[in-house]
């Protein structure tokens, strides 16, 4: 629960959770936001005007149906709250902010964590980009991982294998 360990409930993930009819026709983005503080990166990243915010404090709006997928809000927001979910066949496509050196590898397999880190899936490294940064001088890395479809609201991180 939020309040409690900061963690969020299905509760609070209904408002910002794209359809599985919507994920399924290409990437969108998804948002884990859910405090109030000044901050609107992801707005300004946005080419679609997707995201939206009331006022500078309020929590992002996401517009599925506007979202084209194109990742510049997950390398825009500095508290890695934004990622791509994606619904294939035979797989969940979930695109992520990584911070980390040196970066996974393509092919790679890894631990899809949940939101307390455990593990709870294997998952494999499918892209490794880079896209502009919140200050558009820096790249922000973004890694595409592979889950099984119906993990794809589970995982939200990986750990890589030693």
Sequence with gaps: ???????????????????EERMRKKAVAMHECYQDIPCDPCVYSCPTKAITMETLVSTPRINHELC???GL???????????LMELKEDRGLITLAYEFVPLPNPGEIVDGLDRYGR???EARVERVYSLPGIDKKTKTSL?????????????????RRE
């Design 119 to 121: 593990a709870v899936c």
């Design 143 to 159: 890694v595409r991982i592979s889950v099984p479809p119906e993990k794809i609201m589970e995982v939200r991180f990986f750990r």
């Design 68 to 70: 084209n997928g194109c």
């Design 73 to 83: 809000c997950v390398a825009a927001c500095p508290g890695i709250a934004i990622f």
């Design 1 to 19: 629960m939020i309040e409690v360990d900061g963690v969020p409930t299905f509760e609070n993930l209904k408002t910002s959770m794209p359809t």
